[in-house]
């Protein structure tokens, strides 16, 4: 199954080359995405407030790896679209691991940009880091967005059925994360229902610690977010593992794959 993931990772390398440049990357996608942190980041600025602008630039500087791994749900049905999806249907080995590795492009491409806006852009917002915390976010922000990326698969296996939604599904999906994760508001406004809604998606657990990390602050309650961030996006994984193996039985069964949709 590991070299399944390793062939297909290989297969989204080559796409990460056909979509960017290293001077698309920088000046059209990385750009574009510095200006939308900055556009949140002034609303604190406005409001003459330094925590909210605080809170509104780490939110939005960890959410853009996240709308990048969401990038998934249309790289998934791209199989579909090339033609490629009955063959792997027919193939008799599992079909998860191919799409665990076929979308793997954009999480270090999303590290990349958060990773940027956090370290570099932040500075010169007037928020800083210290050395050790910075390094130590660096693989929190790697796990959050591992962990969203299995969720965005779990997704994705549900919109192969109908791959016309991928990008509605897609636009929706990181809104709704953005509002119960507490990017630019914090959760408790909601009610307590809905909160723990919240609490069943990654970035939930892994904003709090990044939070904490920017903020000088190491508590036990952080290591209980690690400890849920890690859990939850197991549980992702493996949900979108049983929905892809439900949609490759299912195709198995009935024909009903096409070659495009």
């Not at 939930?204 to 939070?211: A, F, K, P, Q």
Request: hydrophobic content about 60%.
């Amino acid at each position: 199954m590991l070299s399944t993931v390793l062939a297909a990772a290989r297969v989204a390398r080559a796409d990460l080359k056909v979509i960017y440049t290293p001077m698309t990357w920088t000046f059209g996608w990385l750009g574009r995405i510095l200006a939308q942190v900055i556009f949140f980041a002034v609303i604190g600025v406005l409001l003459e407030d330094p925590d909210a602008l605080v809170y509104l630039f780490v939110g939005q500087a960890v959410m853009v790896a996240v709308v990048e791994v969401f990038m998934s749900l249309a790289s998934t049905t791209w199989e579909r679209g090339a033609g490629t999806l009955p063959l792997l249907i027919a193939a008799p080995g599992p079909l998860w691991p191919v799409f665990f590795g076929r979308s793997l492009q954009w999480i270090p491409s999303g590290v990349a940009t958060s990773c940027v806006a956090l370290f570099a852009l932040g500075p010169i917002l007037g928020i800083f880091w210290e050395p050790g915390l910075a390094l130590l976010a660096v693989p929190v922000l790697l796990v959050t967005v591992v962990s969203m990326y299995a969720m965005a698969l779990a997704l994705a296996a549900v919109v192969l059925r109908a791959p016309r939604w991928r990008n509605v599904t897609s636009n929706i999906a990181h809104i709704l994360v953005m509002l119960l994760c507490g990017v630019t508001v914090p959760a408790p406004i909601w009610p307590h229902w809905i909160q723990m809604v919240g609490q069943l998606i990654p970035l939930t657990h892994g904003l709090e610690i990044i939070r904490g990390l920017q903020a000088s602050y190491l508590g036990w309650d952080l290591g209980t977010a690690a400890v849920l961030l890690v859990g939850t996006g197991l549980l992702w994984a493996l949900g979108a593992a049983a929905a892809f193996t439900l949609f490759g039985e299912a195709g198995r069964r009935d024909g009903s794959i096409s070659f495009a949709d």
